[in-house]
């Protein structure tokens, strides 16, 4: 299986790459920047690099990128800096899921392929309808007005739900929502629950960037993940003894 990564520099992606290419998976990512990864990535055979900017590709040049392609993951997200949160491009998630989709629906025909965004807990699944308080509701809302990667990682899996929906005989797609990320060395237990089980704003729980790497590759790899999963926002949390 072929999995074509967007965002596969930043903290998350560098991990869902690497857990990929351990399960002898062919790997294709987009990088803006080249040479950013470690030597197990850069001298893996299964690893190829697209030095490129998905805003900057033309329609026919994303197309011949996801030929071939059996799963796609997105781990973007925006630069903690003023620039990056502030500045252009302001729907940068929506718009690559968006682009990568249409290329998907323009080329592949027959099996569906595999589509796993990587998105927060504090985004709501509006097809379960999940209850939130009102406190959280009034912060959401600021949120929405005042930080523009929120409203984008909104609109980024409304797009999955609403705009290629559960029928797509295309496209078959999971949002993973983990809550606030820090840094571990090692898969440790965690989890999965459809929807959030705390607060993510007043008792947010905790997920190791490298648990969502593991569970992202669980969905392209595993059969049974896949079919647990695939239509749904899964919320991920690391267990707690």
């Given at each position: 299986m072929t999995t074509l990564v967007v965002g596969a520099t930043g903290a998350t992606g560098r991990?869902?790459?690497?857990?990929?290419?351990?399960?002898?998976?062919?790997?294709?990512?987009?990088?803006?920047?080249?040479?950013?990864?470690?030597?197990?990535?850069?001298?893996?055979?299964?690893?190829?690099?697209?030095?490129?900017?998905v805003h900057d590709l033309t329609d026919a040049e994303i197309q011949q990128h996801v030929t071939g392609c059996d799963a796609f993951a997105s781990c973007l997200g925006h630069q903690l800096s003023l620039k990056g949160i502030f500045g252009k491009p302001r729907l940068l998630v929506t718009d690559t899921v968006r682009h990568l989709c249409e290329a998907i629906q323009a080329t592949h025909a027959g099996k569906p392929v595999r589509f796993v965004l990587m998105n927060t807990a504090g985004n709501s699944n509006r097809d379960l309808k999940e209850p939130i308080s009102l406190a959280q509701k009034c912060v959401i809302g600021l949120l929405r007005?005042?930080?523009?990667?929120?409203?984008?990682?909104?609109?980024?899996?409304d797009y999955l739900r609403t705009k290629i929906g559960h029928n797509s005989e295309t496209i078959e797609w999971a949002v993973v929502r983990p809550d606030s990320l820090l840094n571990e060395d090692d898969v440790s237990e965690y989890e999965l629950h459809p929807s959030p089980t705390r607060s993510a704003i007043f008792n947010a729980g905790q997920t190791s960037r490298i648990n969502v790497g593991h569970f992202m590759a669980e969905l392209v790899t595993n059969e049974e993940t896949w079919n647990q999963w695939k239509g749904q926002m899964p919320v991920i949390y690391n267990k707690v003894e």
């Open positions: 991990l869902l790459v690497e857990q990929l290419l351990q399960r002898g998976e062919q790997v294709k990512a987009i990088v803006r920047t080249p040479d950013s990864f470690n030597d197990f990535i850069t001298g893996h055979e299964g690893f190829s690099e697209i030095q490129a900017s007005l005042l930080v523009p990667p929120h409203p984008d990682n909104e609109k980024a899996a």
